[in-house]
């Protein structure tokens, strides 16, 4: 029974340019005289480097730990010396350099002891930590590390599991010639993904203009005795976007807030397929990938290249033309001009398109906005990117997220219909670096007062703490005090005070106050009054006055006797 198929909104037919590159064999990309192998090749965090200077390694050995889940291992590319360990730049938009591994090459190209996986023996768990310490990434661009997605939902059971040989990017062909020439790795790969994700059916989509791929794979699914449907695909920039390429081969539409793992779906390239497998069946991570030479070339052609090749190394082998002025990786929808022609190959190089003026001559200048629409009517996503320009331009970020900036895959469908020649993709990006960098600084910012919020608490939790120690101590001392004046009183005949109790802060505070007062009694008692007899009438009234203050305050006890017969005569003249 024929899968039926369904259609995405938008999408356009642009020059494919992909028939250069596909008249020769995939070919093996000369050793370079070094590699530079960044360490941050994947979303994700940075892996940790497990080699210094001087070290030497051999193919295939770690030299990047994986930082956390999201995150996937970077090894060694050929066998060498580590001569630096530090900033490089990379192929990526913004030019900023990342920590690299160099390695000069010793020429003998060794590897490390490898040995197949029995993966069918092992917890699927295993499996997939397994896959994630070989550096296993999506390479049909977005390089999210593949385990994770091979970790199926808690709630929802897969339904679907989608292979992406659509590959409609123009000049791109690196997939078209795997299918072709590695079908049967590609199926074994295949296999190893629905072993773990288990669903119900695997769909392969490949566009319909690759019909020799449309063919090995077939032959290849039928070889291997599973039930894989090979489907061809109407060729339609960008079917091969993973939202696109479920809704047209399921019917099904995710959502911006939701993955495909929601709706029982998941998605991964040929390529992505294949290099898991040759990590699980031969023991070998992800050191190498196929990658499109094309363009202003005398030679276009697909090679399979060592991660970090230099990229002007590598460009020679095409025969780059003299009138030849950059290189963009990837396509030309999405793809970028590499900021330097030094910069080295990483696991997203799928292309490289020398850049000439002939080839991509100069946009038209910008023109004012008419309003037509045309964008919005080529959007896969629905979006309107005519709002999305006005508010982007404006920096008015907040009116940009309502419009669903992020939805955005920057697939450049807009950029191509606009007659106005606005570059609306770069206005987006910009947007989008904005909103990041707000982002970072407000949660800078949310950190910082975080620290200060616990730096006062943790102030105000030392006084507590110091007082309530010194007040425990005040109350030891009070309690010693009236234990040693206990006897004294039981002698005299009184009573001596009870200790109070250690749990009940207002007790000891009391009994601080009586043990106060009693010391006070004590030594005012012990101390005659000097100079009564002669006192004149003033002094004697201001004593008597005094006095009574503090009898009054219960600071002293009545006058005895022979202080009353001292002061009396005073009192007797003053009547």
Known sequence: MLQKLFKFKGGIKPAYNKQQSVTEPIAQAPLPTRLVIPLHQS???????????????????????????????????????????????????????????????????????????????????????????SGVVGLGGAVFPSHAKLTPSQTVPMAELVINGAECEPWITCDDLLMRERADEIVAGIGLFRDLLQPQKVLIGIEDNKPEAIAAMTAAVKAAGETHEVIAVPTLYPAGGAKQLIRVLTGKEVPAAKRSTDLGVQCFNVATAWAAWRAVAHGE?????????????????????????????????????????????????????????????????????????????????????????????????????????????????????????????????????????????????????????????????????????????????????????????????????AAEAAPAASSKGGAAPAAPPADDPEATRKATIAAALERARAQRAAVQPKNTETVSPEQAREIAAIDALRIQAGLQAEPEAPAMAALEPHARKDA
């Open 43 to 133: 979303i994700g965090g940075t892996p940790r480097p497990v080699v210094a200077v001087g070290d030497h390694v051999l193919k295939g050995q770690l030299i990047g730990e994986a930082d956390g889940w999201i995150s996937a291992a970077v090894h060694a590319s050929t066998s060498g010396t580590v001569v630096a360990v530090g900033p490089r730049i990379v192929p990526h938009p913004s030019g900023l350099p990342i920590d690299c591994v160099v390695i000069a090459p010793d020429g003998e190209d060794r590897w490390i002891d490898h040995q197949p996986l029995d993966y069918k023996s092992m917890e699927p768990e295993a499996v997939r930590e397994y896959l994630q310490q």
């Open 285 to 481: 991570p992800v050191i190498s990938r196929i990658v499109t030479l094309t363009g202003n070339t005398e030679r276009p052609r697909n090679w399979e290249v060592r991660i970090g090749t230099p990229i002007d190394e590598l460009l020679k082998l095409a025969g780059p033309r003299a009138d030849t002025d950059g290189v963009i990786m990837g396509g030309p929808m999405m793809g970028f001009l590499i900021p330097a022609p030094d910069v080295p190959v990483i696991k997203a190089t799928n292309c490289l398109i020398a850049h000439s003026p002939t080839l991509f001559p100069p946009k038209p200048p910008e023109m004012p906005c008419i309003r037509c629409g045309e964008c919005a009517r080529a959007c896969p996503h629905e979006l309107q990117p005519f709002e999305l320009y006005w508010w982007s331009r404006a920096k008015n970020f907040g009116k940009a997220q309502e419009y669903n900036l992020f939805d955005c895959i920057e697939c450049g469908c807009c950029s191509y219909v606009c007659p106005a020649h606005i570059p609306l993709v770069q206005y987006f990006r910009f947007a989008k670096s904005e909103i990041w960098a707000r982002e970072k600084d407000r949660k800078m910012a949310e950190g910082a007062k975080e620290r200060f919020e616990f730096k006062q608490f943790r102030d105000e939790r030392e006084k507590a703490e110091k007082a309530e120690k010194l007040a425990r101590a005040a109350a030891a001392q009070a309690a010693r005090k």
